[in-house]
């Protein structure tokens, strides 16, 4: 089993930046990469970004390409959203997943572990 813990979630205004931090414990060494996804009320779960623990290879989100970044700390076993010129739109809770797909994976039936989620709401 795995065990993921966001943070770092809150209320911001457009234009600001947030990092959200996804702290992951137990058997870590199964997995493969690690994903960002959000939801935002009365929508699907969404694809946001991912990172692979070993070479650090990324895919983002059109969305979202050029405002966040993901990053991993190995040592930690932590990964990291940072998201800059925030919108209103990216206004979700934003969960952390893992995968234990050997591959790149953006489809949340592809993970297999999951955060409880962090709140982002960005107002006008």
């Known amino acids: 089993q795995v065990q993921l813990v966001e943070s770092g979630g809150g209320l911001v205004q457009a234009g600001d930046s947030l990092r959200l931090s996804c702290a992951a414990s137990?058997?870590?060494?199964?997995?493969?990469?690690m994903g960002w996804f959000r939801q935002a009320p009365g929508k699907e779960r969404e694809f946001v970004a991912t990172?692979?623990?070993?070479?650090?290879?990324?895919l983002y989100a059109v969305s979202v390409k050029g405002r966040f970044t993901i990053s991993r700390d190995n040592a930690r076993n932590t990964v990291y959203l940072q998201m800059n010129n925030l919108k209103p739109d990216d206004t979700a809770v934003y969960y952390c997943?893992?995968?234990?797909?050997?591959?790149?994976?953006?489809?949340?039936?592809?993970?297999?572990?999951w955060g409880q989620g962090t709140e982002v709401t960005v107002s006008s």
């Open positions: 997943a893992a995968s234990t797909t050997a591959v790149v994976v953006t489809s949340k039936m592809r993970y297999d572990y």
């Open positions: 137990g058997r870590t060494s199964s997995t493969y990469s």
């Open positions: 990172i692979t623990w070993s070479t650090g290879t990324t």
